[in-house]
């Protein structure tokens, strides 16, 4: 396992080279995203969730992954610009990954090891609907579907893991990011006033 989680290397949409390090001192929430799924509206709701904190120090990043349903099928290309126009998707996009499996990007190795269990919104219900579709998760700390997220705090350390069903508006998770955007701003205050 990597020393941090800012010490593993993805690219971005474009090609370039990158991690999480690049984000370093700010809030991150990492979504593992796709362009044809019926959560894919959530997309408005990430922008919207960016846009409202970005500088109060939120950061959304997306993770374009074809392992549920193939709904992620174009190339990063297509991705990029199906973002740019449908969503008018302003925060950063990697390229596709696969989040689970054997092929398993190890960012997202460290984030499901790390933290194993997800936030529900109505506890079971979407996993018994997926199962009703005949999908069924090969090992219970494997990413259950599209829009999966990861609140990751400004230290590095993981927040919380939500499942596809909390969207970006939900209250439990905009509660989480708020009182990640202030934790470390409180701790810097209380040593600037020393």
Known sequence: MMESIYDIPF??????????????????????????????????????????????????????????????????EEIAAFCSTTFDVSFPLAQKVAVKGPAQHPLYAYLTQACPVAVETHPGVMSAK????????????????NFEKFLIGREGEIIGRFNPDVAPDNPVLVAAIDVALQAQLSLRAAVANG
């Not at 960016?50 to 990043?61: D, H, P, Q, S």
């Not at 997926?130 to 579907?145: A, F, N």
Request: proline share 5%; hydrophobic share 40%; aromatic share 10%.
């Open 11 to 76: 690219n971005h949409i474009d090609g370039r080279q990158t991690s999480l390090a690049e984000f370093k001192g700010k809030v991150i929430l990492l979504v593992n995203v796709a362009s044809a799924c019926g959560l894919t509206p959530q997309y408005k709701g990430l922008e919207a969730l960016f846009e409202a904190r970005a500088t109060a120090g939120l950061v959304v990043v997306g993770f374009p992954a074809n392992d549920f349903g193939a709904q992620e099928p174009g190339s990063n």
């Open 130 to 145: 997926l199962e009703g579709y005949g999908y069924r998760r090969e090992k219970p700390t494997d990413i259950l579907w």
